[in-house]
């Protein structure tokens, strides 16, 4: 049964590092997501990215925060410079074209910055 | 926007008792309505979802939720409870099941 992909599991990071956490979607599917979860709180939207661009983003999702599709097949969170407040676990999903359609998650990315 | 409201953080029920977590929403138009259930440590599964059509919805593990507009609420239920269903039950609404916000998270724990 095709899944996402999220790598790596766990990424531990320096505070003001840049990271970049990577998802292989679904084949066939178009539409792409990156949520995130800080530890024992809910997980919150972060940006949805469709034919090769953001389509919509949350506050969360500032200037630090950018995502790439850079050959068709990988999806991309980056984050610039790393903040403690950015420890959290993200989740990458997607979903195929067409209206009643699910997103399918991927089992996520711990990232931890010390 | 849509966002969704679940009323209760933690509830604890015996194995084989009944269950239903609540769940309430916002939004201005016809809402797409999800569970997903997440184990420690583990991502996100789909228990099941609503788009339209019948109110009553079937999803995996013996679960159910049912869609009552008047009430803008999908709450979850299962009839009888395992072990194993002991994990956080997080609801969400997707506007034409785009961008979906999530609930707080309703964290089940069974007693033997």
């Known amino acids: 049964e095709p899944e996402v992909t999220q790598t790596p599991s766990h990424q531990v990071t320096q505070m003001g590092q840049e990271v970049i956490l990577r998802c292989v979607p679904i084949?066939?599917?178009?539409?792409f997501y990156w949520y995130r979860q800080i530890l024992g709180q809910k997980v919150e939207f972060l940006v949805s990215?469709?034919?090769?661009?953001?389509?919509?983003k949350s506050e969360i999702f500032d200037d630090q925060f950018s995502v790439e599709r850079p050959d068709g097949s990988n999806f991309t969170l980056k984050i610039r410079s790393t903040k403690l407040e950015d420890s959290a676990m993200y989740f990458c999903?997607?979903?195929?074209?067409?209206?009643?359609?699910?997103?399918?998650f991927g089992q996520g990315t711990r990232l931890t910055v010390v | 926007a849509q966002s969704v409201t679940q009323p209760d953080i933690h509830i604890t029920v015996s194995e084989g008792a009944s269950l239903e977590l609540r769940c309430n929403y916002s939004?201005?138009?016809?809402?797409?309505l999800f569970w997903y259930v997440q184990s420690p440590g583990q991502g996100l599964q789909l228990l099941l979802k609503?788009?339209?059509?019948?109110?009553l919805v079937q999803g995996i593990k013996g679960f159910e939720a049912e869609f009552k507009r008047s009430q803008s609420s999908f709450n979850l239920r299962k009839p009888s409870v395992h072990w194993s269903d002991a994990a956080e039950y997080f609801c969400?609404?997707?506007?034409?099941?785009?961008?979906?916000?999530f609930g707080a998270g309703t964290r089940l724990t069974v007693k033997p």
């Open positions: 999903a997607s979903r195929r074209q067409g209206m009643n359609t699910e997103a399918f």
């Open positions: 084949s066939n599917h178009l539409y």
């Open positions: 990215f469709y034919n090769n661009e953001i389509s919509e």
């Open positions: 939004y201005g138009a016809t809402p797409y």
């Open positions: 609503y788009f339209s059509g019948d109110t």
């Open positions: 969400a609404v997707g506007a034409h099941n785009n961008d979906m916000r």
